[in-house]
């Protein structure tokens, strides 16, 4: 795959998606799997990848009668992942973490730009973009003083869901948008 050869020149990596952190699409990175609705198979192999910084709209989890892996979030920490659920949380945490996983905590999420835009105020500030979680990942992948360098793999993944008119109009406003953070 594309990270061994980074981490092997000893530079930073990161995969950065709107999907699920460990869905297939991202998963192409770091996963090893027959079968690409594996999600709990694909946490397992997050953590062999040892990637500095993964970021995504959600764990994704195997169907019940499937899943190998008890709690995503405990197997990620246990394997020296701090998690931050919004960009405020990563501002507070990045400093001291080796490695972080960013996903919404439940009071945020990632939406078209288009419905950031429009939010009820009071929402105005729940949404996370990929511009955010690029730019986190810039940030956490440049601190400290010893830096060889940073290889990250950003994606947005929702070109599928853009099945009319209305929704493409969305996507393209996306795009726009987020390529202001790249």
């Given at each position: 795959?594309?990270?061994?050869?980074?981490?092997?020149?000893?530079?930073?990596v990161?995969?950065?998606?709107t999907?699920g952190a460990?869905?297939?699409?991202?998963?192409?990175?770091?996963?090893?799997?027959?079968?690409?609705?594996?999600?709990?198979?694909?946490?397992?192999?997050?953590?062999?990848?040892?990637?500095?910084?993964?970021a995504?709209?959600?764990?994704?989890?195997?169907?019940?009668?499937?899943?190998?892996?008890?709690?995503?979030?405990?197997?990620?920490?246990?394997?020296g992942?701090?998690?931050?659920?919004?960009?405020?949380?990563?501002?507070e945490?990045?400093?001291?973490?080796?490695?972080?996983?960013?996903?919404?905590?439940?009071?945020h999420?990632?939406?078209y730009?288009?419905?950031?835009v429009?939010?009820?105020?009071?929402?105005?500030?729940?949404f996370?973009?990929?511009?955010?979680?690029?730019?986190?990942?810039?940030?956490?992948?440049?601190?400290?003083?010893?830096?060889?360098?940073?290889?990250?793999?950003?994606?947005?993944?929702?070109?599928?869901?853009?099945?009319?008119?209305?929704?493409?109009?969305?996507?393209?406003?996306?795009?726009?948008?987020?390529?202001?953070?790249?």
């Amino acid at each position: 795959s594309i990270r061994k050869p980074k981490k092997v020149e000893g530079k930073k990596v990161a995969i950065v998606t709107t999907v699920g952190a460990n869905h297939a699409t991202p998963a192409a990175f770091f996963g090893h799997q027959a079968n690409r609705s594996m999600y709990d198979e694909l946490l397992n192999d997050m953590v062999a990848a040892n990637m500095d910084f993964y970021a995504g709209s959600e764990l994704m989890r195997s169907s019940k009668d499937k899943r190998c892996v008890d709690n995503p979030v405990e197997l990620l920490e246990n394997a020296g992942y701090t998690f931050a659920g919004s960009v405020d949380e990563f501002n507070e945490k990045y400093a001291s973490s080796e490695k972080m996983v960013m996903v919404p905590d439940g009071k945020h999420k990632i939406d078209y730009a288009i419905n950031r835009v429009n939010a009820i105020p009071e929402y105005a500030d729940s949404f996370i973009s990929l511009k955010d979680l690029v730019e986190s990942s810039i940030k956490f992948l440049t601190k400290g003083k010893k830096n060889n360098g940073f290889f990250i793999i950003a994606m947005k993944d929702w070109a599928d869901k853009s099945d009319n008119a209305k929704a493409f109009a969305k996507l393209a406003e996306d795009y726009v948008v987020e390529a202001e953070g790249i």
